[in-house]
């Protein structure tokens, strides 16, 4: 059967009539040479948005991370202080142990998905006299979408910050956490030297990501992106979708309306366990009791649903501007009819 409905991320968005008609009509330069016109917009508006100096355009928030630690931690050795359970840590360890040649140091979370502050402090103890950076991560993907408020990392910047730890956030869907809290995205940035800000993910763009820190950072940003082959050329035509997305913020209360009813219609299935964040965001999870996240994910699938299994048993549902309520009931009944199969 043809999937009809694709919760498997919010980068499965495609640009809409609107980001296409601005990437038609964009004017472009050669960003390499830094004179592309709408890249340098994007960048200047991304800046004000997160309340930094400046920013940089990157093809993914994956190299933005690996950037962010490359740019804060030139040393060879250098310990990377972060969840374990974060998409750096999961998902990106590899190419940042490879490429930024850091010691990768897995830190115990809470059920909000914020480390530990004890687990912190001992790591920080452990390494006493060694250089290292923290990461923190907002929201916590793997803690079903949790939006962190500044009151939930405050202790963790104040413990890196003491033992002089630069401090960088993995902020891929920090626009989702801004709209749950109703905070601007600037209050949510402040406290971290360096931010990684998706813009292909709730925001809609096709491509693209942006990391924003003080003006000499993001410059050594830039180098490391050279270097990284990361650097684009008439990159415009993607910046000009990208300012499309950053005009649309206010619509996430959408997907985060429609994630809390699909969670609320999925935890009616016999079987279903649907965890509850604090701070529900556009993220749902649910495990189905006697299925694994493999074989659910395929009973869905063949019900015209696509889900991502997760390692802890879960499957997700990521909601994004495709998604209507309509569409809940349609995957309340695949579950129902899933458990039962």
Do not use: W
């Amino acid at each position: 059967m043809t999937p009809l409905l694709d919760f498997r991320s919010d980068t499965r968005t495609a640009p809409d009539r609107a980001m296409r008609a601005a990437m038609a009509g964009a004017e472009v330069g050669d960003d390499a040479y830094g004179d592309d016109p709408r890249v340098l917009e994007l960048e200047a508006a991304g800046a004000r948005l997160l309340g930094k100096e400046a920013a940089l355009f990157l093809p993914s928030s994956t190299m933005a991370n690996l950037v962010a630690v490359l740019a804060a931690a030139p040393a060879p050795g250098t310990r990377l202080l972060t969840g374990a359970e974060t998409h750096l840590a999961r998902m990106e360890g590899e190419g940042v142990r490879r490429f930024a040649r850091v010691e990768l140091v897995e830190l115990a979370q809470r059920d909000d998905g914020a480390p530990e502050p004890a687990a912190l402090a001992g790591a920080l103890r452990a390494g006493a006299g060694r250089p290292a950076v923290l990461s923190l991560e907002n929201t916590c993907m793997l803690h079903h979408g949790n939006a962190l408020a500044p009151a939930d990392l405050a202790p963790l910047v104040e413990l890196g910050r003491a033992h002089g730890c630069p401090v960088h956030l993995d902020g891929a869907r920090l626009a989702n956490a801004a709209v749950a809290l109703g905070l601007p995205v600037a209050e949510l940035a402040a406290p971290a030297d360096s931010v990684t800000f998706c813009l292909a993910k709730g925001l809609g763009a096709p491509v693209g990501s942006l990391l924003c820190a003080d003006a000499d950072f993001v410059a050594r940003a830039r180098e490391l992106r050279l270097q990284l082959g990361g650097t684009m050329h008439q990159s415009g035509v993607l910046a000009a979708a990208a300012l499309e997305g950053l005009e649309r913020l206010d619509r996430l209360a959408e997907d985060h309306a429609v994630a809390a009813a699909l969670a609320e219609g999925l935890a009616s299935v016999p079987g279903a366990r649907v965890p509850r964040p604090p701070r529900r965001t556009n993220i749902v999870t649910v495990k189905l009791n006697g299925v694994d996240a493999g074989d659910l994910h395929e009973r869905l699938a063949d019900r015209g649903v696509l889900v991502l299994p997760l390692p802890d048993g879960n499957v997700r549902f990521v909601v994004h501007r495709e998604h209507r309520p309509q569409a809940v009931p349609l995957v309340v009944r695949a579950l129902a009819e899933a458990a039962i199969q």
